[in-house]
């Protein structure tokens, strides 16, 4: 299975992660989860494009969160992930209609604010193969917003007679794949994936295999292209390469910043904090 939290090629319209993003402590009488809570405001990417609110409001990552990502399988990876942030956002209605590039960002967001945005990592030079030890600052990554031109949704009609209409892949798009891609492997999963972004229009399946039947069946090859086309070129969110220089040789490499969640756990333990703490319960 495919890290839940992908990220994307664009070049242009990039920003920088901070300036999209405004943190203001804006407390919420009416959240149902605690009133006691903080909660923060992050305005999306997709800019209200998609038919869901441009700005979000999140809390803090409390240990009830950690928890519960700790204890998920790679099983239920997605299905955890997205339940605790459904909570860390205080339940919106619309959540499984966000657009994973949000919600990979709304993931990162939450997080790198909770932590701490410096991740240690490693990267293999690719000239002399020594070992750097780099700090990744996630604030810092390149964000990319929706293109307004997005049609929403993208309609087509098919060769066999019917038409059809894409979306960008939702939560529960993914949901979907995740849970045929468990049913049978025949597939990868972003084939799966695919064909939950795909509505056909006046027609009934029993079930969502029965729909994937269909579609492998009835869309040709240059529609299919069509169709990830359109997914290609209105993907927009965070992007997660990097590029250090090696400390050994000088050679500048490019990578990935592989973001999982329990990696923030493992390292990020905001050395500050404790020694903040421990300042304040020093013995005089
Ligand atoms: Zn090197």
Redesign the pocket.
């Known amino acids: 299975m495919s890290n839940p939290v992908k990220f994307i090629d664009e070049e242009e319209n990039n920003e920088v992660m901070e300036d999209v993003v405004s943190k203001s402590e804006s407390k919420t009488s009416d959240n149902t989860e605690d009133n006691l809570t903080n909660f923060y405001q992050v305005e999306l990417p997709s800019k209200g494009y998609l038919g869901y609110p441009s700005v979000i409001e999140y809390r803090d990552v409390v240990f009830g969160d950690e928890v519960k990502i700790k204890m998920a399988t790679d099983e239920t990876y997605i299905r955890t992930v997205n339940k605790v942030l459904k909570g860390i956002l205080n339940n919106p209605s619309f959540y499984d209609d966000i657009c994973i590039f949000d919600r990979d960002y709304l993931l990162l967001w939450t997080f790198a604010n909770s932590y701490s945005p410096k991740q240690p990592m490693q990267m293999t030079?690719?000239?002399?193969?020594?070992k750097?030890d780099v700090t990744i600052d996630l604030t810092e990554l390149n964000v990319t917003d929706i293109d307004p031109e997005i049609p929403v949704p993208f309609k087509m009609d098919l060769k066999s007679g019917e038409s059809i209409e894409v979306h960008l892949p939702t939560v529960s798009d993914e949901l979907v794949a995740e849970s045929l891609y468990r049913d049978s492997k025949e597939y990868n999963f972003d084939d799966y994936m695919i064909q939950s972004t795909i509505k056909v229009k006046d027609k009934q399946f029993k079930n969502q295999k029965q729909k994937f039947e269909w579609i492998i069946e009835n869309i040709n090859a240059k529609e299919i292209s069509v169709i990830k086309k359109f997914h290609e070129r209105f993907s927009y969110g965070v992007d997660d390469r990097i590029e250090r220089e090696?400390?050994?040789?000088?050679?500048v490499?490019t990578g990935r910043y592989p973001f999982r969640l329990e990696d923030f756990f493992i390292y990020s333990g905001p050395e500050d904090d404790f020694e903040y703490y421990l300042r304040l319960n020093k013995k005089t």
């Open positions: 030079c690719q000239s002399c193969n020594s750097n090696c400390e050994n040789c000088g050679e490499n």
